[in-house]
Antibody, heavy 117, light 110 residues
Framework: QVQLVDSGGGVVQPGRSLRLSCAAS????????MHWVRQAPGKGLEWVAV????????YYAHSVKGRFTISRDNSKNTLYLQMNSLRTEDTAVYYC??????????WGQGTLVTVSS | QPVVTQPPSASGTPGQRVTISCSGS????????VYWYQQLPGTAPKLLIY???QRPSGVPDRFSGSKSGTSASLAISGLRSEDEADYYC???????????FGGGTKLTVL
């Protein structure tokens, strides 16, 4: 069965960096685009970024463009989100998700990122 | 700035039929499929409807989706207490090259 295990969250100070990981199993990882979606405490879902099946194409939400980088290692079946220059408003549960560029089907369990001094 | 809009809340009694609307524009719902997700309290979202009106295997046929022009709807018939959750619609936006989520609708089963 499809499994997506998010990790790497934690507490970080504003302006610092953090890298999230998502280990995928149960499907052919390099056949799918992969997304990151976040959810601030008590708020709705906010799409963050998507990377194509081969890592050659990336799209970002305006709120994170230039600060976050999505990438993947198909040899390790792992998705990453490098988050730089973190702000308090980046505090959220971050979910990795599988799909194609325009759709999302399976979601990970999420990892909490707290940006606070 | 394109947005996708949902009502913040909806409610119904057990057995009733409820619908949740999702309104967008020509650059998102008007030209792309709509997806619906159910998020039970404290859990990750789950795909409920894909490509506007298709149900993944395992999703009861009480759930159905439709799309017309720049709007879409999720209908839940035979409402059950376990349907109490947050529901989100989503669609790709061609002008921004992003996935847009609606703000979510909290469904209460009275």
């Amino acid at each position: 069965q499809v499994q997506l295990v998010d990790s790497g969250g934690g507490v970080v100070q504003p302006g610092r960096s953090l890298r999230l990981s998502c280990a995928a199993s149960g499907f052919t990882f390099n056949n799918y685009a992969m997304h990151w979606v976040r959810q601030a405490p008590g708020k709705g879902l906010e799409w963050v970024a998507v990377v194509s099946y081969d890592g050659s194409i990336e799209y970002y939400a305006h709120s994170v463009k230039g600060r976050f980088t999505i990438s993947r290692d198909n040899s390790k079946n792992t998705l990453y989100l490098q988050m730089n220059s973190l702000r308090t408003e980046d505090t959220a549960v971050y979910y990795c998700a599988r799909g194609n560029r325009r759709e999302i089907d399976y979601w990970g369990q999420g990892t909490l990122v707290t940006v606070s001094s | 700035q394109p947005v996708v809009t949902q009502p913040p809340s909806a409610s119904g009694t057990p057995g009733q039929r409820v619908t949740i609307s999702c309104s967008g524009s020509s650059s998102n719902i008007g030209s792309n499929y709509v997806y619906w997700y159910q998020q039970l309290p404290g859990t990750a979202p789950k795909l409920l409807i894909y490509r506007s009106d298709q149900r993944p295997s395992g999703v009861p046929d009480r759930f159905s989706g439709s799309k017309s022009g720049t709007s879409a709807s999720l209908a839940i018939s035979g409402l059950r207490s376990e349907d109490e959750a947050d529901y989100y619609c989503a669609a790709w936006d061609d002008s921004l090259s992003v996935v847009l989520f609606g703000g979510g609708t909290k469904l209460t089963v009275l």
